[in-house]
């Protein structure tokens, strides 16, 4: 498998809708040049009977290449794979690395090999997601503020 | 004399008594006699030439000369004969030129010569292309006409003349007489040219009666060349027959009207042209129109122009489905749009997708909105704090577009 990152993208408002979409929609960017997404993925051209029409771009249209998006997720420190799918149009990279797998020769379900799953922008490695924090429990929790409300109070007076 | 008027020698004595004495005068008389005989020009009845110089004999005696040298052919005293011209001679036929040539003459042989009517041929000597090219000049009751030049040999002939078993004009053919065209083939004539116009046949006075010509409306025949009408027999037994535009109708006649200009025109304004037209009654297609681009307006297409609510456009064949702007709202059957029961969903949606988007773990209560917003939560409650976001997507233009946050 070889993994070619497409880079992290963010939203932006861009200054004139281009020729696909119309302005209203979400616009994604990527964070490093500035490439708008829907040029990236789309291109314009006309059929063969002279109409406009737009089409995906080739190299993000490969069928045997698996595009997925990962967003930062803090519970784990780590980007966690969300969709992991063939059609790049699926993909709503906001705040997310767009990454591309070829070789990829697993099942035919690449959502459950990808998903969940952490990927590593730096290394362009994927490895597997580390299990969850507990999750507190609201009551531990709020004992635990009050300590800290208590601590400070404390503090303050030993400052006094 | 010893001659008479009819140049006859008479002895100018009497013979004398034979065996006598011959008396001096009468011997003197006639030594004399035959002196002035012998010393005056012999007459031709005498076998003489009855004249006293070579020129003047040859002239009495009907003969022509020979190399007669000229040097100006306008003061030149002309005898018949041949003649000839060094180069320089005044009055050549070509300035600078040698001449050798024949004249001829209609006057009563005197001499010196009348020269009242002459006809001179003098032969080029000096011409590059025909040699010996003849040049004519006469002289009628003392006037003397210009030199004119002959035509010399085939080759000059062929450059000027058609030749009668075929060749090709070069310039204009204009005819002046009167029938001076006949043609006994099985065939008709007939006549061709470039450009359009350029053939064009009249039979009886230009541009009248027979006329038969071409032009950018195409083949045209005309027996009158005023009205373009062809009678082809008039009777009351003939029924009236009419092909083309009869723009005169006559009872029990028989006639053609060939009219290609007035024809082509008539039915040229029936028509809408490709070019670009204006259509004064309306347009009624009873057949279908197919293909996806079939009807294409590339400008504005008006529906009721001059109408309050403006057209309606009728969407099936029994015209119950219609659109049309009332009032300044867009009606469909006569209702606004957005009424119910004018819009019929099909039965799956297209044109909208909920994407994956990813599963967010919460660590904590509280508001947050991992994917910017642009994601919603479409999963049930969350399992182990984990919940499953979707992205709206519409397909507009062909490509999917992510709903943006409000």
Known sequence: MKIINHGRWVPYKPSKASGIFPAWVSYFRRESDGQDWYDYIYREDTDDNGRRRVTVRDFLSSAVSIKCAAIFQPAFSAYIIGPAVADVTKLCPINQHVFEVTGYTGSDNPQEYFGGRVFDPAALAIRDRPPPPQPIDPEIAELKKTIENMQAEIAKLVRG | ?406
């Open chain 2, 1 to 406: 004399m010893p001659r008479d008027g009819a140049k006859i020698y008479h002895r100018p004595f009497p013979d004398v008594v034979p065996d006598t004495t011959v008396e001096s005068t009468v011997y003197n008389g006639f030594v004399a006699d035959v002196e002035a005989d012998l010393n005056a020009p012999r007459p031709i009845t005498a076998g003489g030439t009855a004249a006293i110089t070579a020129t003047e004999a040859l002239v009495n005696l009907g003969g022509q000369h020979s190399a007669i040298i000229v040097t100006n052919y306008d003061s030149h005293v002309w005898l018949p004969g041949s003649f000839y011209s060094a180069a320089g001679a005044t009055g050549a036929p070509v300035a600078g030129h040698a001449f050798a040539g024949i004249i001829y003459s209609s006057d009563p042989i005197a001499y010196p010569p009348a020269n009242l009517n002459l006809i001179v041929e003098a032969r080029d000597q000096n011409d590059t292309t025909v040699p010996g090219r003849l040049y004519v000049r006469e002289k009628k009751a003392g006037v003397w006409g210009a030199w004119v030049e002959q035509l010399g040999g085939f080759t000059e002939a062929d450059a000027r003349y058609v030749n009668v078993a075929g060749d090709t004009m070069t310039g204009a053919l204009t005819l002046t007489g009167v029938n001076n065209i006949s043609y006994n083939g099985t065939h008709a004539g007939y006549f061709y040219g470039s450009p359009v116009e350029a053939s064009r046949f009249y039979v009886g006075s230009l541009g009248d009666v027979w006329h038969v010509y071409h032009n950018t409306l195409g083949s045209r025949l005309s027996v009158d060349g005023v009205t373009g009408i062809v009678t082809l027999s008039a009777g009351a037994a003939v029924p009236t027959a009419t092909l083309g535009l009869a723009t005169t109708a006559v009872a029990n006649t028989a006639y053609v009207e060939n009219r290609a200009s007035a024809y082509g025109e008539y039915f040229a304004s029936l028509r809408v042209a490709k070019s670009g037209d204006t259509m004064t009654g309306a347009l009624t297609v009873n057949g279908v129109i197919t293909g996806q681009s079939a009807l294409v307006v590339a400008g504005h297409a008006t529906l009721g122009n001059g109408t309050v609510n403006g057209g309606v456009l009728y969407m099936n064949a029994t015209n119950s489905h219609y659109i049309q702007s009332s009032g300044g709202v867009l009606n469909y059957n006569g209702q606004t749009v957005y009424h119910t029961g004018n819009l019929a969903f099909p039965a799956s949606v297209t044109d909208i997708r909920f994407v994956y988007a990813g599963d967010w773990y919460y660590t904590a209560a509280g508001i947050e909105e991992p994917y910017g917003g642009h994601a919603c939560v479409t999963g049930g409650w969350t399992r182990n704090n984990y919940l499953r976001h979707r992205y709206c997507q519409m397909l507009i233009n062909g490509a999917w577009a992510n709903a943006n946050v409000a």
